[in-house]
């Protein structure tokens, strides 16, 4: 049994198999309909439990659709009508639904529930985003560069804004993966340290950059993100628009990159605020690839936290 936790606690020959068979599942399925089952069907008898403390929209359909091409079952629980936390421990529950379900995917708010979860259960649990990363998201977007430009390793990767939680995930991949990344946004917001320490300590070269510009010179890719992620208070908006102006993605800064740079965003989107439409619907921009690859590669993800 295998959880799917996080990128750095997943080892990088695991991780590359299930890039590679999330790539493979994909072309199988090039020209068929969606609902069409897949021709293997390595979820057939099991039944996964999607919990969501926090709204999604591209998490919650395409690990539905993913594990039903597959064969499985699903069941899509909001966690405001569990007792989870509230009324009952995070230990309980998993150990509750450990009886019912085959595997567990939660989205939280706090990296340890998401931890407590995965400590009491006796099936596997994967992290549909917490707070502190969001492992799947990043997953697809390998799998997105990947189809585009090929092999990651080597590449300068530039986050340009809010260090947040998907950021968080873009280290560890750098770390795995073998690619550099450049961070440029505000020092009020700069990336999580345990997750550039441990990019580093895998040999990949951080740099924090305040200048916008100066950062995306030579880049690979330019990443962002919205500029008031949803663990984010609403009061901290107007502070949070003004520190990251600077930072958006724009034809100026796209302009200092490499002329095959890919622009990427996780979605969902604040158009105009952290990337200019111009760019997001740009020839470089592979948004809705990486929407799409989120189905891929979650697919990959589940069959092996199942072993199947
Ligand atoms: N990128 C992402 O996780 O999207 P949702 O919040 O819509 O699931």
Redesign the pocket.
């Known amino acids: 049994m295998n959880h799917f936790l996080d990128i750095d606690k997943t080892s990088p020959a695991d991780l590359t198999a299930m890039i590679r068979n999330a790539r493979a599942m994909k072309d199988a399925r090039i020209g068929k309909p969606k609902g069409m089952a897949d021709a293997e069907q390595p979820l057939a008898g099991r039944m996964i439990a999607l919990i969501f403390e ?9 690990f539905d659709v993913g594990a039903r091409q597959m064969g499985g079952e699903t069941m899509v629980l909001s966690g405001k009508d569990m007792q989870l936390g509230h009324g009952e421990s995070i230990a309980d529950t998993a150990r509750v639904l450990s009886r019912y379900v085959d595997l567990i995917m939660l ?1 939280t708010f706090d990296e340890a529930t998401l931890l407590e979860m995965a400590e009491h259960a006796t099936v596997p649990v994967i992290n ?2 917490t707070d502190t990363s ?1 492992p ?2 990043i997953m697809a977007d390998i799998v997105t560069y990947e189809e585009h430009r090929g092999p990651l390793k080597g590449r300068k990767f530039v986050w340009s804004g809010d260090g947040n939680n ?1 950021c968080t995930s873009w280290l560890h991949a750098a770390g795995q993966f073998g690619f550099d990344v450049t961070f440029t946004g505000p020092e009020t917001l700069d990336p999580n340290p345990r997750a550039v320490e441990f990019a580093r300590s895998k040999g990949s070269n951080v740099v924090i950059d305040r200048d916008p510009l100066r950062a995306a010179q030579g880049a690979d890719a330019i990443v962002t993100d919205t500029w008031v992620s ?1 663990h984010d208070p609403e009061s901290a908006r107007e502070r949070r628009h003004n520190q990251l102006r600077p930072y958006q993605v724009n034809g100026a800064m796209m302009g200092e990159a490499k002329p095959d740079a890919l622009f990427m965003h ?3 989107a604040h158009r105009n605020e952290e990337a200019t439409s111009e760019v997001m619907d740009g020839p470089q921009s592979v948004i809705f690839d ?2 799409e690859n ?1 189905l891929h590669a979650q697919k990959a993800i589940l069959r092996w936290c199942l072993g199947v």
């Open positions: 926090k709204p999604s929209t591209r998490t919650r359909i395409s989205r549909g985003l969001h799947c998201q998907v949803m996780c979605l969902p990486e929407s989120r």
